[in-house]
């Protein structure tokens, strides 16, 4: 159990696709109980900003794993007290086994990465969440059987998860379509980085017209509107996002099997319905509970097992 032994993952291409394959197979024999890893090592979690899922999900994972936990939260170390993160970087990397962080500036997390030995694992910044997208491909397979050749359709801001999206989806064979108000498409380098993955054996599609990206597509995803870091803006984004809502209405363009996702947490009313939340198409909390597994068999293949 060792197939990204001491690896960094910054983003999500940091994986092939056939190491993303094998996380998700690892991911599911441990959620069917098929396979009990032992794992004792010390992981660290820096998180800058607010988390609850992945926080909690990578520490359960951690404990089933028979590891530790510590939680570095800026407040309770020097981190929030200014000590520069190069020399954080290096006395962390003294202690710990793999350094879990959050944080808002990709630049942050290289330079971590730059001044460690141990594994950094990217648990979001502003740029990706790609841990988010391994549980999100992990989800799409359980309710299709398979990922290529699916269609999955992100819908409002072309923020750090549709990164790690269309990464994702192009890594593994998935068409994906992005439908944002023009002002808010993900960056250049992103599309082309997936449209290069790709290779044009998959659609990586981006338009302003959210019925156009719905139809018949298996998978329709949504986020938050404003992410963190971004709340002095939220009032202003809510009239130009709008049309982007994830609800009834345009559910009834996709696939008759269309699932429905969310990274969580949600506004309901703004960028998804509650009845769309709540109804028969959304597997939003497998969705979430996926984020324990696929960071399990992450943890497992990164770090070894005893
Ligand atoms: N989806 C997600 O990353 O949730 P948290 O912000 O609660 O960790
Ligand atoms: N785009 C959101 C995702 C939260 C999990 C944010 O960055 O706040």
New binding site residues.
Partial sequence: MEALKGRDVLGIADLSTEEIQGLLHLAAQLKAGQVNLRCNKVLGLLFYK??????VSFSVAMYQLGGQVIDLNPNVTQVGRGEPAVDTARVLDRYLDILAIRTFDQKELELFAQYTQIPIINA?TDWE?PC?VLADLLTVQECFGSLAGTTLTYLGDGNNVAHSLMLGCALMGMNIRIATPSAYQPDNSIVEQARQISGGRTEVILTDDPVIAAKGVQVLYTDVWASMGQEASADERIPVFHPYQLNEQLLTYADPDAIVLH???AHRGEEITEEVMEGVRSRIWDQAENRMHVQKALLASILGTD
């Fill in positions: 607010a988390s609850t899922r992945t926080r979001l969440h988010q990274c969580l947490p």
